[in-house]
Each structure stands twice: as C-alpha cells, then as structure tokens.
C-alpha cells in the first residue's frame, strides 16, 4: 500500500501562482511514476502532468508552458508548480502514484485539494 497526501490547494486569482505537494509513504517501488489529475465539476477526470523516477515528464496542452512537475525523489514528494492561472484551471487536484511492475501497474489516489481561480 502507499499513502498519499496533499497539500497547497486554494483560491486565487487568474493570473496568479499555486504550488501543491503530495507525498508519498508507504511501499514504493523503485520504477514508479507520480502525477497529477484533475477533475471540474461535471467533467470526467483528466492528465494534468506525470513524471516518472526517472524523471521524464509529460503535460496536458492545456497546461503546457504554464505548469511544472517536478519530484523530490529522496522525499518520495511531487511539486505541481502552477503559473498564469486561469478559471478553468479550477478543479479538484489529485495526485496519483503508480508502483510499475511490468507488465502491471498498482495505482494510488490522493484525497484531492481544491483550486479555485476567480477571474
């Protein structure tokens, strides 16, 4: 099992910068990956940024250029450095970890934290 858990949520205008964290506990794996989803109301959740243990990163366009995942591996912690917000970046943040033994995957899930970003 492994233990998620978030912070850094909350409101703020378009325009402005939110950080969240996540860290992990727990039994991880060294192949692993963490990222963050994203889910608004009545829409279904979605990819905002993944990174792997070895560090490559991936983004949804909607974030690219704007967002940054990076990972404190020695804290088995993620960061999603948020800039330029806007309001329809507002949504429940969730961070995900998954425990890679190919060719199957352990999946994990965060309680979320609420962004909200007014225009």
């Known amino acids: 099992q492994v233990q998620l858990v978030e912070s850094g949520g909350g409101l703020v205008q378009a325009g402005g910068s939110l950080r969240l964290s996540c860290a992990a506990s727990g039994s991880i794996r060294s192949i692993n990956a963490m990222a963050w989803y994203r889910q608004a109301p009545g829409k279904q959740r979605e990819l905002v940024a993944r990174i792997s243990s070895g560090g490559s990163t991936n983004y949804a366009d909607a974030v690219k250029g704007r967002f940054t995942i990076s990972r404190d591996g020695a804290k088995n912690t993620v960061y999603l450095q948020m800039n330029s917000l806007k309001p329809e970046d507002t949504a429940v943040y969730y961070c995900?970890?998954?425990?890679?033994?190919?060719?199957?995957?352990?999946?994990?899930w965060g309680q979320g934290t609420q962004v909200t970003v007014s225009s």
């Open positions: 995900n970890f998954r425990n890679i033994f190919y060719p199957s995957v352990a999946e994990y």
